[in-house]
């Protein structure tokens, strides 16, 4: 399959796969519009150059499955991320009132002097934290799965917590 017949194909398709995808994905992740359209057509591509389009059915219709199985997928997919946060959030948020009293309590030199007492793996991830940045954000940076990121966030800010309790040693 040529770019330029592609090309064609979704300039055709278009309407009919932004249709499907805003009927099924729900409205709170409206933002992902533009990503599951774009999966739609990577999928309808990868399944076109192996030949695996049947036309049983229109072009259109085929694309319109597509699209609305992406977008059901997508809905779960953000689903389950928004749980995991809930649980992640519930979990730390006591913690991160300790850690946050105990930063408050001391001077920024000498935290800053703990925080780089940190191995490199935790010091990068919570630093990169602290200006703000996602953990996606922080995962796509650092080429790691956000798992990893999420995993040394948590043990980061343990050692941390630990270190101020300790006076300096993790």
């Not at 399959?1 to 099924?24: D, G, N, P, Q, W």
């Not at 928004?82 to 001077?107: A, V, W």
């Not at 800053?112 to 991830?125: D, E, G, H, Q, T």
Request: zero cysteines; charged letters at 35%.
């Amino acid at each position: 399959m040529s770019e330029e017949s592609f090309a064609k194909i979704i300039r055709e398709t278009k309407v009919v796969v932004l249709s499907a995808v805003k009927k099924h994905l729900f409205e709170h992740y409206a933002h992902a519009l533009d990503d599951v359209v774009q999966e739609t057509y990577f999928k309808a591509f990868d399944s076109l150059v192996k030949e695996k389009f049947r036309e049983e059915s229109k072009l259109s219709t085929w694309l319109y499955v597509i699209a609305k199985n992406e977008a059901l997928r997508m809905n779960g997919k953000l689903k389950r991320e928004e749980q995991k946060k809930d649980l992640f959030g519930i979990f730390f948020r006591e913690k991160e009132k300790e850690l946050d009293e105990k930063l408050n309590t001391l001077e920024i030199e000498d935290t800053l002097k703990k925080v780089n007492l940190l191995p490199l793996k935790y010091r990068s991830i919570l630093m990169l934290y602290s200006e703000g940045l996602s953990e996606k954000e922080i995962a796509e940076k650092l080429l790691l799965p956000s798992g990893t990121v999420k995993s040394r966030i948590y043990r980061g800010r343990k050692k941390m917590l630990r270190m101020l309790e300790n006076g300096g040693t993790a």
